[in-house]
């Protein structure tokens, strides 16, 4: 099984190195829909040069938004190879997958009492419910209120979403990253919150081991996409 996983990619060089180390990780290779390189298209075809006449395509994405459903579709269009698109790593179906809680939870440390779970943001709606869905999964998990929370576009900010905890009678709110790799966003998201009183902000997933072995279940169930 040939693995290629997909990125948004950053104009920060950080998380060009987190996906690569995610990739070299479970074995597979690197690819990114702007910013860094290479493009999907591009891996393919070294892949085809190479002798190869499959791949499977992992999506590093947490929601199915537009870079989901349209953008890594469109990437992978026209290769000669039969391509396998797995799901992305966030919730499918109203599941959240339990190694997606586990490498959250294993960010955090320290008393809380409250938790924010701090996205990117989409305008998407369904998209922004299944990080509704993961904060609520993770406020179970712990035994603590968790709100989702969104750096841009529609939705709670962190800083608003702090607040509201430490509202409600939270003491001691933390800030879980949900976010794959470092960029401008998570920054944006860790700074609202520190500045509205959060006692931490977790860093990102990164190539954790419950992440490695999140990629390969979605590879594993990854359907056919394109025909050879």
Do not use: N, W
Not at 4 to 17: F, Q, T
Not at 76 to 102: F, R, Y
Not at 157 to 178: C, E, H, K, Q
């Amino acid at each position: 099984m040939t693995l290629v996983l997909v990125a948004h990619g950053s104009s920060d060089p950080r998380a060009a190195l987190q996906t690569r180390a995610l990739a070299r990780s479970v074995g597979g290779m690197a690819a990114f829909l702007d910013h860094a390189g290479p493009r999907p298209a591009a891996v393919l075809a070294d892949l085809e040069r190479a002798g190869h006449r499959s791949a499977v395509v992992v999506p590093l994405l947490l929601t199915s938004a537009y870079h989901g459903r349209v953008d890594i579709p469109a990437a992978l269009s026209g290769s000669g190879l039969e391509i396998a698109l797995a799901d992305v790593l966030g919730p499918v179906d109203g599941s959240v997958p339990p190694e997606l809680l586990d490498a959250l939870v294993s960010r955090l440390s320290g008393p809380f009492d409250g938790l924010v779970l701090a996205a990117a943001g989409t305008r998407d709606a369904d998209a922004r419910e299944t990080v509704a869905l993961s904060a609520r999964a993770l406020g179970r998990r712990l035994g603590v209120p968790c709100e989702a929370a969104f750096a841009t576009s529609d939705g709670a900010r962190p800083a608003d979403a702090v607040a509201r905890l430490r509202d409600s009678g939270a003491r001691r709110v933390a800030t879980s990253a949900y976010f794959l790799a470092p960029g401008k966003l998570y920054d944006l998201a860790a700074a609202g919150a520190l500045h509205a009183g959060a006692v931490a902000v977790t860093r990102p997933l990164g190539a954790s081991d419950h992440l490695a072995t999140l990629v390969l279940r979605r590879a594993a169930a990854a359907r056919t996409l394109v025909p050879a």
